[in-house]
Nanobody
Framework: QVQLVESGGGLVQSGGSLRLSCAASGRNLDYYPIGWFRQVPGKEREGVSCIGSYGDITYYADSVKGRFTISRDSAKNTVFLQMNDLKPEDTAVYYC????????????????????WGQGTQVTVSS
């Protein structure tokens, strides 16, 4: 059984940093694309950043380019999202997802809908 567990969320002031972790059991994350998504109540889920198998492809939403960095730690079977210079508009529940196959199709929620999702972690940025 595959499980993804996010951690690292919290409350931070504008301009601050957080590092989100997505730890997996039951699957070697190196072999699958991983995505970070966020959702605010009443809005559609947004693809924030994705990484292809073995880190060959990375994607960042325009709103986070230059501020967020996605990375893998193979030894820990964990994917990180380093978030710097946080802004109030980054406030959301952040989810990680693992793709259903080893092929990277893109960074939309639909690309991961048949994969595995974590339970989410709240990020709140105060102004």
């Amino acid at each position: 059984q595959v499980q993804l567990v996010e951690s690292g969320g919290g409350l931070v002031q504008s301009g601050g940093s957080l590092r989100l972790s997505c730890a997996a059991s039951g699957r070697n994350l190196d072999y699958y694309p991983i995505g970070w998504f966020r959702q605010v109540p009443g809005k559609e889920r947004e693809g924030v950043s994705c990484i292809g198998s073995y880190g060959d492809i990375t994607y960042y939403a325009d709103s986070v380019k230059g501020r967020f960095t996605i990375s893998r730690d193979s030894a820990k079977n964990t994917v990180f999202l380093q978030m710097n210079d946080l802004k109030p508009e980054d406030t959301a529940v952040y989810y990680c997802a693992a793709g259903p196959t080893r092929v990277y199709f893109g960074c939309l929620g639909g690309d991961f809908k048949d994969g595995y999702w974590g339970q989410g972690t709240q990020v709140t940025v105060s102004s």
